[in-house]
Each structure stands twice: as structure tokens, then as C-alpha cells.
């Protein structure tokens, strides 16, 4: 049986290195994307291909930029005949104070937390329709409820999570599409003090950050093991999304 293919953009690091990691060995080979971290994504590369020749390739582009996302789909179908499983993690995170937000910040993260999954989806569909594949979104918990000094950010992600469930109606049957949701996993690289920090852990259930195989699994089962679920969003949040 030939393996199921899977694009998994921001890959190089983080959460999305930990997700190319799981579905790679659960035996899918792998298209890595990234943006601007190419001696990450070599290194993810070759240990992902010493362990099964061939398996993974790369591919660059700027989720911002609609061009790029155009030539990102393109280098996809001439790297592979199917894929079945998108998974859009690449995502921008910074602070935008309502009153001196600019232009810019808003077209930043709108771009690269809405848009350019929209578009790379749409481009790819036709290979999603022929492997009666799925997309996974990642979202946030503050798709629903927003964060303070983060407005345009949190709009981004509630717009990624409705067109979770909007794109869910519209593709199926062929294309499966659900959502993950993580909460305290691991930190920005800036932006949370050790007190903001604490304050998020005293009101997460589980009294505890998650690890990123926490959300790594949860990709791997909605996209390759829950073929009767679509339309959905699953939080890994330690139970934050109870008090938050």
C-alpha cells in the first residue's frame, strides 16, 4: 500500500516539527513547509529520512504573500500525486493594542492565521477531493474567547475556526475538516511573564501545561483515524477552556 501523503506548513520547530514527527511515524510521508527556518527544516528532514528513505520533502513559501501560496501548492503536486492529510499550523503571534494598530499588523495576522489557509486549501483541493483527504486547522482557545492586548490575532483565529466548520459543510463527503484547539502548551518565544504564566495554569483544570505530543496526537487521530468526524474542534487545553 503506498503511504498517505501529509503538508504540514510551519514545520520546521515547535509544534509543527512535533506534528511531522507523529504522522511520519504512523507512517505518512511528509511535505515540510516553512517560511524563513531552511537550516531547521534540513535538519527535520534528514533525521525524519534516516529513519525511511525518501519519505520527506520541503517546500518554502510565505503564507502572507497570495503568490507564494499559489507557488507553494504548485511545488506540492510536483513533489506528490496525492495528498491526504493538510494540516494548517504556521501561524503569526504578536500583541496589537486596540487605538495603535497598524494597517500592517492587521494584514500580518490575518494573512498568516486566515487567509493563507484558505487559499492553500482551495488550491489543493482537487488533490484533497481525489484522496478523500482531510485538512486540519490549528486554532487556539481564544478563537472563542478573546485575550487581553491581542484583538486582531483573536478575530484571526475565530475566523479560522468558523471556516473550520464552514469549509466541513461545504466539502464533504470527500474532504474531511476539524480542528485542534490548543491551550498552554508551550509559550511564546516573548510576551508571557512567569506571573501571566502562573495566572493561565491556576486557571487550567489540569494545573499544568500540555506538551506538543499532546496536540500532535490529536492531529494524528482526526486525521487519519476518525473518518466519521468532521466539522469539529477538539481542545487539548487541560480543561482551560472551562474557566477561562
Request: aromatic share 4%.
Amino acid at each position: 500500500m503506498r503511504a498517505k501523503v501529509a503538508l504540514v506548513t510551519g514545520a520546521a520547530h515547535r509544534i509543527g516539527a512535533c506534528i511531522a514527527h507523529t504522522l511520519h511515524e504512523r507512517g505518512c510521508d511528509v511535505i515540510l513547509h516553512y517560511c524563513q527556518s531552511r537550516d531547521r527544516v534540513l535538519q527535520l528532514q534528514e533525521d525524519l529520512n534516516s529513519k525511511r528513505a525518501d519519505s520527506v520533502t520541503i517546500a518554502a513559501a510565505d503564507l502572507r504573500d497570495g503568490e507564494s501560496v499559489r507557488q507553494l501548492a504548485e511545488t506540492v503536486k510536483r513533489q506528490t500525486t496525492r495528498l491526504d492529510l493538510l494540516v494548517n499550523n504556521a501561524s503569526r503571534f504578536f500583541p496589537t493594542i486596540v487605538g495603535e494598530t497598524t494597517p500592517q499588523q492587521w494584514l500580518d495576522l490575518m494573512a498568516s492565521n486566515l487567509r493563507g489557509p484558505y487559499f492553500l486549501t482551495q488550491a489543493l483541493l482537487a488533490e484533497l477531493n481525489s484522496a478523500q483527504g482531510c485538512v486540519i486547522n490549528l486554532l487556539d482557545v481564544h478563537a472563542s474567547r478573546p485575550m487581553r492586548g491581542h484583538a486582531v490575532y483573536c478575530m484571526a483565529k475565530a475566523g479560522l475556526q468558523m471556516m473550520t466548520l464552514a469549509l466541513a459543510r461545504d466539502l464533504g463527503p470527500s474532504v474531511r475538516v476539524n480542528g485542534v484547539a490548543p491551550g498552554a502548551i508551550l509559550w511564546p518565544e516573548q510576551g508571557y511573564s512567569p506571573a501571566a504564566q502562573e495566572k493561565i495554569l491556576d486557571n487550567t483544570v489540569l494545573g499544568r501545561t500540555g506538551e506538543p505530543a499532546d496536540i500532535a496526537s490529536a492531529v494524528a487521530y482526526l486525521g487519519l483515524d476518525a473518518q466519521y468526524v468532521t466539522g469539529q474542534v477538539l481542545a487539548v487545553d487541560g480543561g482551560r477552556s472551562l474557566n477561562i
